[in-house]
């Protein structure tokens, strides 16, 4: 890598979001973890016990559901640290039901949460990022946003329109040095899979060709790829993560 890189990772003190911060600052770059605001002694907990395994992220605190909130975020993240060179929106929630039983308020906590924003932390660094002639953002979706999930109006609906930002964006960015990809995870254990009735989480991953779920690690590996100086080429992509669950051509 030419210089030190300086990424940031929404939700980067949950499941997966840890395991790309740590491959990341594998890779050489310096890693601001951004957290969810009311979180803050869970956040300096997680910081401190990566510390302890050899890993120094700077923490951020902001609500990425509002604009205002993760703008703050990231001037505070570029002003302590310098500005942003690789995004990856990881943050998101679930709030499943099924369409006759959803409510407004879970329809739209999952829609501000997992779609607005994407919009509201690349909106803020894309124009700094085509000044300087590189970035890389990476958009983490889900095997659910590709196939539809009983249960998941709410989630489906924004992970598919997270991957429909990816190509717009993408095409916006390209003759700029900047790539937008999107990286859809099958199931991965971690505190939102843990919210599944083990039964149904058993006869998922029943359907799973590799018949076993997913490690945060195995989506980081991916996610590092993209983040990569040299993985240039890519843009608009949409890497499926998933123990082969859902194939398209
Ligand atoms: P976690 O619940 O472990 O992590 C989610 C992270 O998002 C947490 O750090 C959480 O913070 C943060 N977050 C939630 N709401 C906000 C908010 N309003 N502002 C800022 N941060 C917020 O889940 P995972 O690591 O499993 O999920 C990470 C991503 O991967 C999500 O986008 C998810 O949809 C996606 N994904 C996960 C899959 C899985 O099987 N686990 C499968 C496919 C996709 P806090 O904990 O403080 O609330």
Not at 121 to 127: G, L, S
Not at 191 to 216: F, N, V
């Amino acid at each position: 890598m030419s210089e030190q890189k300086i990424a940031l990772v929404t939700g980067g003190n949950g499941g997966i979001g840890s395991a790309i911060c740590q491959e990341l600052a594998d890779s050489g770059m310096t890693v601001i973890a951004a957290y969810y605001t009311p979180e803050k002694e869970t956040a300096e907990a997680w910081q401190a016990e990566m510390k302890q395994a050899g890993y120094e992220f700077h923490l951020v605190a902001g609500d990425v559901a509002d604009y205002e909130s993760a703008g703050q975020m990231i001037k505070q993240a570029e002003a302590e640290v310098g500005p942003i060179d690789v995004l990856v929106n990881c943050a998101g929630i679930t709030r499943d039901k099924m369409l006759k039983r959803m409510t407004e308020e879970q329809w739209s906590a999952v829609i501000r949460t997992n779609l607005d924003s994407v919009f509201n932390t690349t909106q803020q660094v894309i124009n700094g990022m085509l000044e300087r002639g590189y970035g890389r953002v990476i958009n983490i979706s889900s095997v659910n946003g590709q196939k539809g999930q009983f249960g998941q109006a709410n989630y489906s609906a924004a992970k598919a329109g997270l991957h429909g930002f990816t190509m717009a964006i993408a095409q916006e960015t390209a003759l700029k040095g900047v790539t937008v990809n999107t990286v859809s995870p099958g199931y991965i254990a971690t505190d939102m899979t843990k919210a599944i009735a083990p039964e149904i989480l058993d006869s998922i991953t029943q359907t799973i060709p590799m018949r076993r779920m997913g490690e945060p690690e195995e989506i980081a590996q991916a996610v590092a790829w993209l983040a990569d100086e040299k993985t240039a080429y890519v843009t608009g992509a949409n890497i499926p993560v998933n123990g082969g669950l859902f194939m398209a051509a």
